[in-house]
């Protein structure tokens, strides 16, 4: 079978998993690409597109087994549930950095950032971290909890030997 054609669909806070969606595509040589961001909450709440590629390409990244609003269970088991939050805390807006930009707003794919305070909802906040990376004045970060509980909880899970699995 010639491919020809191809409907990509991602979602992709980051922009990686759109990278890598992009790079298979490319190492594919196809030319007809259809794309359909489900990144941003507008686009997953007007319906489903018309999907008329040869092929489908679905990247998705996995944080904490979510994926948007669902589950995609058995492949976030590397490290235990709720390591974000268990590894790092929810970043916050430094205000002697930020201009008020709304970038961190607009691009949240859980509309987890509260546009007048900037605050995050702890509840909603996938820890995908788009915020951070995203902001131009470099006015939210990363912050990792202790070295210690984050060497402790990933030598006790590290203690179970598990096989690689494939999934297609």
């Known amino acids: 079978m010639l491919i020809s054609s191809v409907t990509t669909i991602y979602f992709s806070p980051t922009g990686t998993t759109k990278k890598i969606i992009n790079s298979i595509v ?29 092929i489908v390409l679905i990247g998705v990244p996995v944080y904490e087994e979510k994926i948007s609003q669902g589950k995609l269970p058995l492949m976030a088991k590397i490290v235990p549930k709720n390591s974000a939050r268990l590894f790092t805390k929810t970043p916050f807006a430094d205000m002697s950095k930020c201009s008020h930009c709304n970038i961190c707003v607009k691009l949240c794919p859980m509309n987890a950032i509260d546009k007048e305070t900037l605050e995050i909802d702890e509840e909603q906040c996938l820890r995908c971290f788009c915020c951070a990376k995203r902001c131009p004045k470099k006015a939210r970060k990363i912050i990792y909890k202790p070295r210690f509980l984050v060497s402790k909880v990933l030598t006790m899970k590290n203690r179970i030997i598990k096989e690689p699995k494939l999934y297609l």
């Open 26 to 54: 490319k190492g594919m040589k196809i030319i007809n690409n259809k794309i359909i961001d489900l990144t941003l909450p507008k686009v997953r709440e007007a319906g489903v597109p018309l999907i008329d590629g040869d």
